[in-house]
């Protein structure tokens, strides 16, 4: 098993700040934003609002902060792509590689037809690898190139996170880590530093998904690529690239109206000229050239094209050309706004009572693993489990920095924030868990039944819908 790391965030000197009205916005919209995601129950972990490069506006949801790290899932892509952009332009490598020509041990053995003899990295970058499903098992490159073809590759954009990892195993073939390239060539010249990737068991960065990173790092990444890659009078990310990566490269045809305008390389086309990397449960960094406007937002929701909208409707749509007259008590009452604002959290449910003894001491089968529970002094519970060790306290979510692992197809082992509490209720432990950079919001129900235990887990980062977690 890895070593656990504990990372130190950095987001290097903050972008400047300047109020809602210098950047053609009036503090009200910013509200009407705030009132809009929380009027459709969509749970916003942090957002920054960008234009000309400088801040008008920002909130975070407590207990998420500036400093707090989060997976962002697939948002972890445009990354990536400007890794592969910069690889180009010093040589490293070429879009127009064939993957076999850079996989040829590990396609020994694979009948390689006219697709596969014809995949290139450009393919891989659109989504358009000819592939109708992709695999997570064994050898995940042998795995990727054994995947049948249903038609030449470029022809068809089919989403393919694993045609991502590819072009992370093809920097690494050429002797290159993602997640060491982009701190040299990109994240220490912008001051930044601690970000950091999941890695699979070949010790390759995920490529497609696992990038940990910080609101202000997802809002500095906007505003570099709407500055067409240049930081500070010094160009880090080819411009070229950026601008084709940023452009529609292939058609697609989602059911949602940001889902079907257009893909580029690890890039979404947006109905409304702007483009965005995105992740699951909205993680967005949504970039608009004509109004020079970023979008930086983390967040766990479950209707991305909802949140899109919002911001769309509420800010971008109204945002003017010009700056607006100064309107001191607007932004007041802003501030006083996005300074309270809180995570909507299920709360530790606890009816009273004696925890059931046989729940203590005793190994439990549920998180994909292992579950124990052992006292802890002053009423604590020490919580130990296949996502690592924390402490929970009666009635309430305890805040700590402990050891937490993800695991999956990619794995990461990390000192981060935790929070857990526990009650009893009904007959039943009731176990609340929040690991806010792992994407984990869980209840857990843990039931004497004779000489065995009824586990149950619902993911709960929607209170109001809890769901069956995902083991």
Not at 56 to 79: D, I, M, N, R, W
Not at 136 to 142: A, I, K, L, N, S
Not at 152 to 161: A, D, E, I
């Amino acid at each position: 098993m890895n070593r656990p790391t504990e990372f130190t965030p950095c987001m290097g000197a903050p972008l400047p700040r300047i109020s809602p009205e210098e950047a053609g916005v009036r503090a009200q919209w910013v509200q009407d934003m705030v009132g809009a995601y929380a009027r459709r129950g969509l749970r916003i972990h942090s957002f920054l609002l960008v234009r000309g490069g400088r801040v008008y506006a920002e909130g975070y949801y407590s207990p998420y902060h500036p400093a707090q790290y989060q997976t962002v899932y697939s948002l972890s892509k445009s990354f990536t792509s400007v890794a592969m952009g910069l690889a180009e332009e010093e040589g490293i490598l070429s879009l127009d590689e064939r993957v076999l020509d850079l996989f040829a041990q590990e396609a020994q053995g694979i009948q390689a037809g006219p697709e596969l003899q014809s995949l290139t990295l450009r393919h891989l970058l659109r989504m358009s690898t000819g592939q109708p499903e992709e695999r997570w098992e064994g050898d995940f490159v042998r795995t990727f190139l054994g995947v049948p073809f249903v038609d030449m590759p470029g022809k068809t954009f089919r989403y393919n996170t694993m045609a991502t990892y590819m072009c992370a195993a093809a920097l690494h073939r050429r002797g290159v880590d993602l997640e060491t390239y982009l701190q040299e060539k990109l994240f220490t010249p912008m001051g930044i530093s601690g970000m950091h990737w999941m890695r699979t068991e070949a010790g390759i960065c995920a490529g497609g998904f696992g990038l940990s990173i910080l609101p202000e790092v997802i809002a500095k990444f906007g505003v570099l690529i709407l500055q067409d890659g240049v930081w500070e009078g010094r160009q880090l990310l080819p411009r070229a690239y950026l601008r084709a990566a940023t452009s529609k490269q292939i058609d697609n045809d989602g059911g949602s109206p940001d889902w079907r305008s257009g893909y580029g390389y690890q890039f979404w086309m947006c109905q409304n000229g702007s483009f965005r990397g995105d992740g699951m449960y909205g993680q967005l960094c949504v970039m608009n050239r004509e109004k020079d406007a970023v979008l930086a937002m983390t967040a766990f929701v479950d209707d991305i094209q909802a949140e899109l909208d919002v911001y769309f409707d509420e800010v971008l749509g109204r945002m003017q050309d010009a700056p607006l007259p100064p309107d001191p008590a607007a932004d007041e009452r802003l501030r006083a706004a996005l300074s309270g604002l809180v995570c909507p959290l299920e709360p530790v449910r606890d009816g009273g009572g004696e925890i059931p003894a046989q729940l203590l001491n005793r190994p439990v089968s549920v998180l994909d693993g292992m579950l124990t529970l052992t006292p802890a002094p002053d009423g604590m519970l020490n919580v130990t489990s296949s996502y690592g060790h924390c402490v929970a306290a009666r009635g309430e979510l305890y805040g700590q920095r402990t050891l937490c692992r993800a695991r999956g197809s990619a794995r990461l082992d990390v000192v981060t924030e935790a929070y857990a509490g526990y009650g009893v209720a009904e007959g039943a432990l009731v176990l609340r868990l929040l690991i806010p950079e792992l994407m984990m919001d869980a209840r857990l129900e843990l039931r004497p039944d004779g000489n065995a235990v009824q586990a149950h887990v619902l993911d709960v980062h929607n209170p109001a819908s809890p769901q069956p977690a995902r083991e």
